[in-house]
């Protein structure tokens, strides 16, 4: 539907994704420590014969270390980073506004720019899939129509086609002024192609009796 002003927050998801997905550090540090634990055996094999001191057999140990020390440090940045993406995207997805329901946009209320609190509402939205058909029906019907029942359903002219629809109401309080009962009908429009707000006229089918 729309968005707050986000380019900061963009720009800082972009440098989180590219230090989350740089692990050229860790190669580097992974062949050093590599390296000093190789140069540590040799070392090492060289005290045991007397041709190295035992300082230089130490030396080579505490490199080895220190080294894996720092490749553990880089593994667990690069975690950081990927979880200071996750961070960043959640942060853009509260500058998002998204509609609960699939529908048109019927009005606008703010302009971008404009001021807005927590209480001011932004658009107003129709659902139009599906669509909710209302009719009025002659008490002489009322054991004729129930929950389930199907109708069809004729738009005026200017919208023209006839679709199927589903009865999901029958009121159980009757109209005694004008002798009528409503019933309420589910119009599926899954491309969206019917407008809403359209008169029409609905064809039940009474093969049976329904009650």
Do not use: W
Not at 26 to 36: T, V
Not at 93 to 100: H, T
Not at 164 to 172: I, L, P, Q, R, Y
Not at 183 to 199: I, Q
């Amino acid at each position: 539907m729309g968005s707050l002003e986000d380019g900061v927050e963009e720009a800082n998801l972009a440098l989180a994704k590219a230090k989350a997905t740089n692990e050229y550090s860790i190669e580097s540090m992974q062949a050093r420590l590599d390296f000093l634990r190789s140069k540590f055996g040799r070392t090492g094999q060289l005290g045991a014969k007397s041709f190295a001191s035992q300082a230089s057999v130490e030396e080579a140990a505490a490199e080895a270390k220190a080294a894996e020390a720092q490749l553990k440090e880089a593994k667990l940045n690069l975690e950081i980073f990927r979880l200071d993406v996750t961070r960043t995207e959640e942060l853009l997805k509260q500058r998002r506004f998204v509609s609960p329901i699939d529908g048109v946009v019927v009005e606008r209320m703010l302009v971008p720019g404009e001021y807005r609190n927590e209480q001011t509402p932004i658009l107003t939205l129709a659902q139009i899939n599906p669509l909710r058909v209302e009719v009025f029906v002659p008490l002489a019907y009322y054991h004729k129509i129930a929950v389930g029942s199907a109708a069809q359903v004729k738009p005026d002219r200017a919208i023209g086609g006839v679709y199927a629809a589903t009865v999901t109401v029958v009121d159980e309080v009757f109209d005694a002024a004008s002798g009528t009962f409503g019933v309420r009908l589910k119009l599926p429009n899954p491309d969206m192609r019917l407008p809403a707000g359209v008169r029409c006229r609905i064809t039940f089918d009474l093969r049976e009796e329904a009650r």
